[in-house]
């Protein structure tokens, strides 16, 4: 058992002064008690580590509910597209036809590494690059490149495994399988990590676009098998609308009611250009939305009404989608100032706790997994944030210190330095700003070995 003591500790849903955490052997959750109790406890057994954080906040782990690691390599193109559709074929086919594992676990684990150091301790990766680039499958080569990248660093994974059947572009090669084939590959991989303790494998048929109905309802079904739940990208552009209304004859959450697979299982990625009956028929269903404000703002996609989600109780998590930036605390602010800046107002979600649970609690939600939140029994996933860092005063010394903490960690910006350690599983991944079980200058290296 270790024992981490820490100034503060927020259990995602609970601030705590002078407790400690114990976490066992399994990297979960043992305890969360007060220092007393633990001195108590330490008479009885040996605890086999102690860490001191006397300055610190320990928080949950940031849940990242959306990534594409590979776009990492777009970042120095961001400026150049003219709208969606000539990134998609001017900027990201040409980088998917070029894609390769040695590629692939590069810019996975530049990303990834990133991640982890400010403050995120599990990724939901939307994987979609499941073939060679002559259009036959990589036999899970591609996606087990990535899931390694992850493994390396000691950053827990999603594997959301896109399912692609439909499209004639020379970059859609790269994502297109027969769908029976789609869901078995995706249900090897899900019962070769059944067990892991840091990888699980999720279903996504891809889009409205890139999936036929019939992949639909069968990822739908093969979540329901897995018990997970189950992404796709929905109504992210304006055109999506048209696209759905030529296919189904209706809304693209129209689209899903009639295929009959919304329900709580479905996680809508985007969920942008909703009507507001639509929004109320995803609320009566208990689906969920993956949030992605900055990707989102960069590609021109439009705003989506959080604040109607926050009060239709709809459970709202975050992502970093295209991965120009990898910090959920910056997604979270730009959650609330789109909504400030569309409806004209200030205080549309209350940054404590609703900003707040986004980052973590509605991840864990959003994935599936025992994460986010900080009780026995669920993952030891959290890191320890300097509140004496000169960024983040004077909030340590306000008299409501819990609001004014979650406040300034959300609205003011912050840099990575501020964070002493990231633990997931229990495990240092992070100390003091540097990976513990990934050489630093590897992440470097691995970026010049595929592209110098
Ligand atoms: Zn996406």
Request: net charge negative; hydrophobic share 45%; charged share 20%.
């Given at each position: 058992m270790k024992r981490i003591n820490s100034k503060y500790i927020d259990t995602g849903t609970t601030w705590l002064s002078d407790h400690c955490l114990l976490v066992n052997e399994r990297g979960l959750i043992e305890r969360i008690c007060t220092s007393a109790e633990a001195?108590?406890?330490?008479?009885?057994?040996?605890?086999?580590?102690?860490?001191?954080?006397?300055?610190?906040?320990?928080?949950?782990?940031?849940?990242?509910?959306?990534?594409?690691?590979?776009?990492?390599?777009?970042?120095?193109?961001?400026?150049?597209?003219r709208h969606f559709q000539d990134w998609v074929d001017r900027f990201l086919y040409p980088l998917v036809l070029a894609q390769d594992e040695d590629t692939l676990y590069a810019s996975a684990l530049l990303v990834f590494s990133q991640m982890l150091k400010q403050g995120?301790?599990?990724?939901?990766?939307?994987?979609?690059?499941?073939?060679?680039?002559?259009?036959?499958?990589?036999?899970?080569?591609?996606?087990?490149?990535?899931?390694?990248?992850?493994?390396?660093?000691?950053?827990?994974?999603?594997l959301v495994r896109a399912l692609y059947d439909q499209g004639e572009k020379e970059g859609q090669k790269r994502f297109k399988e027969p769908w029976q084939q789609a869901i078995e590959q995706t249900r090897q991989l899900a019962l070769?990590?059944?067990?892991?303790?840091?990888?699980?494998?999720?279903?996504?048929?891809?889009s409205l676009h890139g999936?036929?109905?019939?992949?639909?309802?069968?990822?739908?079904?093969?979540?329901?098998?897995?018990?997970?739940?189950?992404?796709?990208?929905?109504?992210?552009?304006?055109?999506?609308?048209?696209?759905?209304?030529?296919?189904?004859?209706?809304?693209?959450?129209?689209?899903?009611?009639q295929l009959g697979v919304l329900d709580e299982r479905t996680v809508l990625v985007h969920a942008?250009?909703?009507?507001?009956?639509?929004?109320?028929?995803?609320?009566?269903?208990?689906?969920?939305?993956?949030?992605?404000?900055?990707?989102?703002?960069?590609?021109?996609?439009?705003?989506?009404?959080?604040?109607?989600?926050?009060?239709?109780?709809?459970?709202?998590?975050?992502?970093t989608d295209a991965n120009i930036q990898t910090d959920l605390f910056a997604e979270a602010r730009t959650v609330e100032y789109l909504q400030r800046t569309q409806n004209l107002a200030m205080g549309c979600i209350p940054a404590a706790r609703s900003l707040?649970?986004?980052?973590?609690?509605?991840?864990?939600?959003?994935?599936?997994?025992?994460?986010?939140?900080?009780?026995?029994?669920?993952?030891?996933?959290?890191?320890?944030?300097?509140?004496?860092?000169?960024?983040?005063?004077p909030a340590a010394y306000a008299e409501e210190v819990e609001t004014a903490v979650l406040n300034q960690l959300i609205f003011s910006a912050w840099p990575a330095e501020a964070?002493?350690?990231?633990?997931?599983?229990?495990?240092?991944?992070?100390?003091?700003?540097?990976?513990?079980?990934?050489?630093?200058?590897?992440?470097?290296?691995?970026?010049?070995?595929?592209?110098?």
């Open positions: 001195d108590a406890l330490h008479r009885q057994i040996e605890f086999e580590e102690e860490l001191n954080f006397p300055q610190a906040l320990i928080l949950p782990g940031c849940v990242n509910t959306h990534s594409h690691a590979f776009q990492v390599l777009l970042r120095p193109t961001t400026g150049q597209p995120i301790t599990t990724v939901g990766e939307f994987f979609y690059l499941n073939n060679l680039p002559d259009g036959s499958s990589s036999r899970q080569r591609n996606v087990q490149a990535v899931l390694q990248a992850a493994r390396d660093l000691g950053l827990r994974i999603s070769q990590y059944q067990k892991h303790a840091r990888v699980s494998v999720l279903p996504a048929p891809h999936a036929s109905p019939d992949l639909i309802q069968a990822a739908a079904a093969l979540a329901e098998e897995l018990d997970t739940p189950w992404h796709i990208h929905l109504a992210e552009q304006q055109s999506d609308l048209q696209l759905a209304q030529e296919r189904y004859g209706t809304t693209p959450v129209g689209a899903l009611d942008i250009w909703l009507n507001e009956a639509d929004k109320d028929r995803v609320a009566a269903k208990h689906a969920s939305i993956a949030y992605n404000p900055l990707t989102n703002m960069a590609l021109g996609d439009g705003i989506a009404d959080i604040a109607g989600w926050v009060r239709r109780r709809v459970t709202v998590g975050l992502g707040y649970r986004m980052l973590h609690l509605n991840g864990g939600k959003v994935l599936g997994l025992p994460v986010g939140e900080l009780q026995p029994g669920m993952a030891a996933d959290f890191l320890a944030v300097n509140l004496e860092h000169p960024s983040l005063l964070i002493q350690a990231v633990f997931v599983g229990g495990e240092t991944v992070v100390e003091a700003g540097r990976l513990t079980l990934v050489r630093e200058e590897n992440v470097a290296e691995e970026i010049r070995r595929i592209l110098g």
